[in-house]
């Protein structure tokens, strides 16, 4: 896989293909170190690679998504609805390498809409939030890769919390990042690193805990807790008080 290149700026459009690349690696249950080993590169440079810091060349592409056990047509498919709906024919595209060059105007965007539309909503969730030495707490967040990256500190990984209908979000370079140790997961005897999240799980994709789902993981992953703390935090849940009251 090439790794020689020049200064390198993403476009828009080049960061839209990355932060698909990464989702895709995490939904087919890669961490950053399995799909270094696989493709034979470092995690570092995989980690370049997926922050723009490196250019990805197109075979360079293909062969990732094949690593990745992802059909490249669909990817493209998808990278096509994604961008062509997001990129308008007043942005330009600035090719890797051309630092000092003038950009030229992208004579093949989507052509800007004739009027205004209104933006998307982006979901939000909540979710169980661990930060190293401090007590959890709900965070309500938006349903988006960034967010979640932005909670960790840097590119996420998923892991099992041993709590049926949950999954943790992780920082994927906590390691290497030499962040503190955070918690231990008792179900699968494996330590956490940094901070990190307890979200719902569904089809691969996260979603709000439920009530009973949040007392679970406070039980499996914070023995430590009082009644009161304990009960403090189910109450900032939507729909956390009223479980309560249902067993008082």
Known sequence: MSQSHRSFTPTPAYRLFLARLVQTRIDRGFSLEQLADVIGLTPAQVAAFESGAAPLTFIDGRHWLLALDMPFTQFTREME???????????????????????????YARAAPLAPSEPAKVQTIQVLFFAPGETPEVRTIPNTLEAKQKLVEGLITTFET????????????????DMPHNRDIPATGGRIYGPFLVAGDVDGGFRSLSPLELERALDMLCPELHQEQFATIIATLEGGTEWMEMWN
Not at 85 to 96: A, K, N, V
């Open 81 to 107: 609805e994604v961008i062509g709906s997001t990129l308008t024919s007043d942005e330009t595209i600035t090719y890797p390498g051309d630092v000092d060059a003038e950009p030229e105007p992208n004579k």
């Open 162 to 177: 041993g709590v049926a209908g949950t999954v943790g979000v992780a920082n994927d370079e906590a390691l290497l990042e």
